[in-house]
């Protein structure tokens, strides 16, 4: 159990362009997802926690306009990366929580692998 | 805030005992996870500690001393397999229970 999708596995596009990344939980119900990014050889970051039907709440530096989080279900989350550049290209997870219990893992999608061109 | 230390890097033989360790410092308490992560994939849960002392999970078991903000993760009969970048997480009891991640372990495991 506790199987988390995320999609779409690698995505490389031109400069400019928005990307969308889609993170379900597929047999569980998510009241929190998280969205992480990851450069090469260095720990998550944590960009931003979203509870669903609420805003998302972003670490301080991520700019909410540039990456867009929409938590529209229990079991949907997603994120948007806007006008992208190259400096955006990273290793983008997201995980999902289920219920409020402080033993609950975070279950992580298997990660987004953006280059932009 | 919260401040999480492991080692960056660390060699075992195959079928040997290796043992992680994890400090941190943390203005809430609310956890502590252990995650493998394969070099190019996502993170997977291995543990979960609250209260002190040990929790045995097969080949891993994980120890947690609140008082001395210190964890570690005990791999035995090591196998190739375990190769792998171990995360230590703290969570905390405030700002929706977020986890905040060490810069993670590089286990090289050695025929």
């Known amino acids: 159990g506790a199987v988390v999708s995320q999609h779409p596995s690698r995505v490389i596009c031109k400069s400019g362009t928005s990307v969308k990344i889609e993170c379900r939980s597929l047999d569980f119900q998510a009241t929190t997802m998280f969205w992480y990014r990851q450069f090469p050889k260095q720990s998550l970051m944590l960009m931003a926690t979203s509870n669903e039907g609420s805003k998302a709440t972003y670490e301080q530096g991520v700019e909410k306009d540039k990456f867009l989080i929409n938590h529209a279900s229990l079991t949907l989350s997603t994120l948007t990366v806007t006008s992208a550049h190259p400096e955006d290209s990273s290793f983008y997870i997201c995980s999902a929580r289920q219920g409020g219990r402080a033993n609950q893992p975070q279950h992580f999608g298997d990660g987004t692998r953006l280059s932009i061109l | 805030g919260q401040n999480i230390d492991q080692p960056t890097e660390m060699t075992a033989t195959e079928g040997a005992i290796v043992q992680i360790n994890c400090t941190y410092q943390t203005s809430g308490f609310n956890g502590l996870f252990w995650y493998q992560q394969h070099a190019g994939e996502a993170p997977t849960f291995l543990s979960y500690?609250?209260?002190?002392g040990l929790e045995e999970k097969g080949r891993f078991s994980s120890f947690l001393s609140r008082s001395k903000g210190y964890s570690y993760l005990l791999l035995k009969e090591l196998q190739m397999k375990d190769s792998a970048s171990y995360l230590c997480a703290v969570r905390a009891n405030t700002n929706a229970g977020k986890s905040t991640f060490g810069d993670g372990t590089t286990l090289t495991v050695k025929p």
């Open positions: 500690n609250v209260l002190d």
